[in-house]
């Protein structure tokens, strides 16, 4: 069986729009489009319930396709409709056991408008805005995929104690390894994890037009060892 016929269509997303940046496809077409085809994933009341998937036992979480086809998604221009169906048939799970723990989560600041599933959907859409009104910068950008993957778990910590930035970290640097990222590039993710809210303090605090203020970031940042 196909993820295409028993997941996609089994999860109630078979006709349902799904944006890339070629533009509007039927959920179906971009999965075969990528190659997404695999063993089926059982259903349940004309749902597609995951099951143990913090053990990665459902197939999608290893299929290197589906891996591949989550991060080009993530990098869409249009791929937050996409990541909010994948969220709602519990694919993003599947895929990334440890977002179950986002769900439908929600965090009581002035920060957050949304759940923090959905704040982080929201922020991988955002970090994608800003990739082109600054093409130059995101032109240096090393490890694209490791961006866009930080970005989607920057509040995996949500709900794990505090701080939940260094939490986090702990937690993003294995969720990356598992997901497929050899160890230097899972040490990014959970670098950026970890420093996220110095750069949200920094951007919200500091004087953005002074060279020093982005140099101390970047020393501070750095490169993991």
Do not use: C, W
């Not at 259903?43 to 290197?64: A, C, F, I, M, Q």
């Not at 090393?142 to 949500?158: N, Q, V, Y």
């Amino acid at each position: 069986r196909s993820l295409v016929r028993d997941f996609v269509r089994g999860g109630g997303l078979a006709g349902r729009g799904v944006y890339d940046d070629s533009g509007r496809q039927p959920v179906e077409d971009v999965v075969k489009n990528n190659g997404l085809m695999g063993e089926g994933v059982q259903r349940e009341g004309g749902r597609t319930p995951v099951e143990d998937s913090s053990k990665r036992s459902n197939p999608l979480s290893r299929d290197p396709k589906a891996r591949a086809l989550l991060l080009k998604i993530l990098q869409s221009k249009h791929g937050e409709n996409a990541l909010v169906a994948l969220l709602e048939t519990g694919a993003l799970e599947a895929l990334v056991p440890e977002f179950k723990a986002l769900r439908g989560r929600t965090i009581f600041d002035l920060y957050h408008t949304f759940t923090v599933d959905l704040h982080s959907i929201h922020t991988v859409s955002e970090l994608k805005k800003l990739e082109e009104a600054e093409p130059e910068a995101f032109a240096r950008v090393g490890d694209r995929d490791a961006l866009f993957f930080a970005a989607f778990l920057h509040d995996i910590g949500k709900g794990a104690g505090s701080p939940h930035a260094s939490l986090g970290a702990d937690m993003a640097g294995p969720a990356a390894q598992a997901f497929g990222f050899e160890r230097a590039r899972a040490a990014v993710v959970a670098s950026l994890v970890r420093n996220h809210l110095v750069m949200a303090d920094i951007a919200t605090k500091r004087d953005l037009s002074d060279e020093k203020v982005a140099g101390d970031l970047a020393h501070r940042v750095g490169s993991p060892a």
